[in-house]
């Protein structure tokens, strides 16, 4: 979201998955079809793409009764479930062409059956937790692969070799694919027929994914007419370059810095504050500024240790604007790159507490 990313070549494993999801709704959504219709052999015949042993183990009797009670339904909630699923299943699409009108379903229209809504959604997650979990996963037919199927952790590893990125899209600090976890940008609790929909998979560090920072929030505005307008998103509309970092002067001299986010385009400050709200980043980047500035004190000492003197104002804010032109070549490899390059500038620009700091530091007995 903050950074440009894009989906590997190896998403058309997913596209796959995605394609036997809605052959499967179609199937059991069918007028003509009911619980006693629903058997393996069945199913085998909807999809008879994938080899025989995956379809069973994915089938299983979890999975057929909770095919029966979707083919159980009566013929206007079958509508309304596949609707609802072919509408969701293009909200990247939305997205991407910049849709003036758009609006996902998810499994609000089934209020009055609440049965039918968790059986619909618990076959959807069902396709990615365990059928996504590492050691399972998908191969579609004619598409090459390294080796084995596309789990969670290939798809992972997939996404930061094709995305040449080493920070978390959503929060810019440390991302390492051994230890992402993978997000969905739209919760598939509250919206299941995106549970493996490619463009609503981030890998995304432990800390955004968690029920304390991002968590299930959904990143719309529910009932608009467009519920996308006022939103990023991390595939198809990047935050990247549409927002400043402000520092805010302090009310008292020992008052940790406060930050704010400005969209460059006035018309899209709605989307930069719901970018903050969703992931706390001011919160978040005003807890990790301390730690930043700490190097930089801890460059300047260094610097008087090694004799090469002290630096007035106009070195000290030229070796300011230095770092941050450092800090934005390390875009997408340096962690913090987008608040270090930030401070940075604000300081060598004159920032007064800034420099006062640094300048205290820098004129300090040897």
């Known amino acids: 979201m903050l950074h440009r990313i894009q989906l590997p070549p190896e998403a058309a494993h997913l596209r796959w998955a995605v394609d036997l999801q809605e052959r499967l709704l179609r199937g059991l959504c069918d007028p003509a079809t009911n619980a006693g219709t629903v058997t393996l052999a069945w199913v085998q015949g909807l999809w008879n793409d994938p080899p025989k042993p995956w379809v069973k183990k994915f089938c299983g009797r979890k999975g057929l009764a909770l095919m029966r009670k979707i083919a159980d339904a009566n013929a206007a909630e079958k509508d309304s479930l596949l609707a609802a699923f072919l509408n969701d299943s293009k909200c990247g699409q939305a997205f991407a062409s910049g849709a003036v009108r758009f609006r996902l379903h998810g499994l609000a229209a089934f209020s009055a059956n609440p049965a039918l ?5 618990d076959l959807f997650e069902r396709f990615y937790k365990p059928q996504f979990d590492a050691g399972a996963g998908y191969s579609a037919p004619g598409v090459k692969l390294a080796k084995g199927q596309l789990d969670r952790p290939a798809f992972v590893s997939a996404f930061a070799r094709h995305n040449d990125l ?201």
């Open 166 to 366: 080493g920070v978390c899209p959503y929060c810019d600090g440390t991302l390492t694919p051994s230890r992402a976890e993978v997000d969905h940008f739209y919760p598939k609790s509250e919206y299941p027929f995106l549970a493996l929909l490619p463009e609503n998979l981030v890998p995304a560090c432990k800390g955004c994914n968690s029920i304390q920072v991002k968590g299930v929030q959904v990143p719309l505005e529910v009932g608009a007419t467009n519920e996308t307008a006022d939103w990023f998103h991390p595939y198809h509309r990047t935050a990247d370059g549409d927002f400043r970092v402000e520092f805010l002067p302090p009310r008292m001299n020992d008052e940790p810095r406060q930050l704010r986010l400005t969209a460059i385009d006035p018309n899209h400050q709605a989307r930069v504050k719901n970018l903050n709200g969703l992931l706390s980043l001011t919160e978040y980047w005003g807890n990790r500024l301390r730690h930043r500035m700490q190097a930089k004190i801890a460059a300047l000492r260094t610097r008087r240790r090694n004799q090469k003197g002290r630096l007035d104002e106009t070195g000290l804010r030229e070796q300011l604007q230095d770092w941050a032109k450092e800090a934005a070549a390390g875009r997408r490899h340096l962690e913090f790159s987008i608040l270090e390059e930030a401070w940075c500038r604000a300081a060598g620009d004159g920032d007064a507490q800034f420099l006062e700091e640094l300048l205290a530091v820098n004129n300090e007995p040897c």
């Open 117 to 121: 809504a968790k059986s619909a959604r």
